[in-house]
């Protein structure tokens, strides 16, 4: 087993920062981001806040999160810019040009709304301020909301994200991995207990062994070199297995970590793929950092630089070289994945993704600053795409891949189904 060596300028450290003596792994000490939650600067906006908003300073606030303005916006029908008529009655503008009424969510993924705009900026607030996510069952039990009404307002939000922030090349230094998401292993381990026990050392399964000399039974010649451990790989894996695909923007204050992540699904992580991925939100200007998958060998030609990490042997190399910000990102994203949304379907894998990356990139923003934040990139992606009439069945079929969309799996109780009379 390689031995792995820290980065250059990392030193192991316990909790009280000294060295730890017993060669065990070494406890993570406290980050930026962290000592950023415990200030001041992290709060200044919160419930009680959002509980003094009228149903005006809650047009208001969207208005101003979205325009930048609560007295001169766009008018929601014909763009034209201007101070439009103001009805206090209706909470609603009329328009100088074309004369038609609009108000704050006309035209945008909140368009044609039910709940109260006071109570749609508390789910949201809430939603917006987990630290890896929040579902929507609990949000339901804070709330006391229909289910399908919260599932469908913070996907309406995740929609935004993905097609509103989502998107525009990077620049930089980036970093670029790709983590299996759904489907690996997934189906083995569920409902099974995963060691502790006296079972004995698990049996290796028949495929990841060496394989062995093919030889003629009668003449005892070999026929041919044996195939190698991993032949046949893709033909073995599960179907639903995707693969999420990051890069991340380093900032340039040392210690800060990213500042932009742009993320995509894809059925495997290929040259096809990496190179559709770096093509859609990589400038041809930029130093491109991953580990030695063959997949990325043709970015030394795609871009300024080409810097690659074999981990097996070290996470980071002299000069800075290493892929640690994606690696995190994967990280936190599993952790979202199978701790908090309880494995999400391929289907909306993408609409997942971009939320976490949303997240991360706004780690160092106050609260306040959060919200306005989505709102202002949720408000600019127009009407819903996919979630407009989900109450009444039109759903989304396709799921979002860089290789291009295709017929997500369905997933529920087939049609048809009945739950079985009591005995």
């Excluded at 949201?124 to 579902?135: D, E």
């Excluded at 993320?263 to 559709?276: F, G, K, M, P, Q």
């Excluded at 200007?285 to 060998?297: G, L, T, V």
């Amino acid at each position: 087993m390689a031995t792995m060596t820290m980065p250059a300028g990392c030193t192991p450290a316990s909790g009280d920062g000294k060295k730890r003596k017993d060669g065990l792994f070494p406890l993570r000490q406290r980050t930026g981001t962290a000592a950023f939650h415990l200030s001041k600067d992290a709060v200044g906006f919160g419930y009680e806040d959002l509980e003094k908003l009228s149903d005006r300073q809650a047009v208001q606030f969207l208005a101003e999160a979205s325009w930048g303005s609560s007295k001169v916006m766009p008018c929601a029908h014909c763009s034209t810019i201007d101070e439009h008529y103001w009805s206090a009655k209706e909470l609603r503008w009329k328009c100088k040009c074309c004369g038609k009424r609009f108000s704050v969510t006309s035209g945008t993924v909140l368009a044609d709304h039910k709940l109260p705009l006071p109570k749609i900026l508390k789910l949201v607030f809430s939603w917006a301020n987990g630290a890896s996510g929040k579902p929507a069952l609990q949000l339901r039990r804070d709330w006391n909301v229909a289910y399908r009404t919260v599932f469908t307002l913070i996907h309406k939000m995740r929609e935004g994200l993905l097609r509103g922030y989502n998107t525009g090349a990077l620049c930089g230094v980036l970093e670029m991995d790709g983590a299996d998401m759904n489907g690996r292993r997934y189906w083995e381990k569920r409902n099974k207990p995963l060691g502790g026990g006296s079972a004995g050392k698990p049996k290796i399964p028949e495929h990841l062994l060496k394989p062995k000399l093919e030889v003629d039974p009668e003449t005892g010649e070999i026929l041919g070199p044996p195939k190698p451990p991993k032949f046949d790989k893709t033909a073995k894996q599960h179907p639903d297995r995707r693969l999420l695909l990051v890069m991340r923007q380093r900032g340039k204050s040392h210690g800060k970590g990213a500042v932009a992540t742009r993320v995509a699904i894809a059925l495997r992580e290929a040259t096809h793929t990496v190179e559709a991925m770096a093509t859609k939100f990589a400038s041809a200007e930029s130093r491109i950092m991953s580990d030695e998958d063959p997949a990325y060998s043709s970015f030394w030609r795609m871009f300024a630089k080409h810097d690659t990490i074999n981990h097996s042997k070290t996470y980071a190399l002299p000069g800075g070289i290493n892929n640690n910000q994606a690696e995190s990102f994967n990280w936190r994203m599993r952790r979202s994945v199978e701790g908090i949304y309880l494995s999400p379907s391929n289907k909306y894998l993408a609409d997942y993704a971009a939320e976490s990356a949303w997240r991360e990139d706004t780690r160092r923003l106050s609260t306040g600053d959060k919200l306005r934040h989505l709102l202002k990139a949720v408000f600019g992606v127009g009407l819903s795409q996919w979630w407009r009439g989900y109450g009444q069945g039109r759903h989304r079929m396709e799921e979002l891949l860089i290789e291009g969309p295709q017929e997500a799996k369905k997933r529920g109780k087939p049609k048809g189904w009945r739950p079985k009379p009591p005995r």
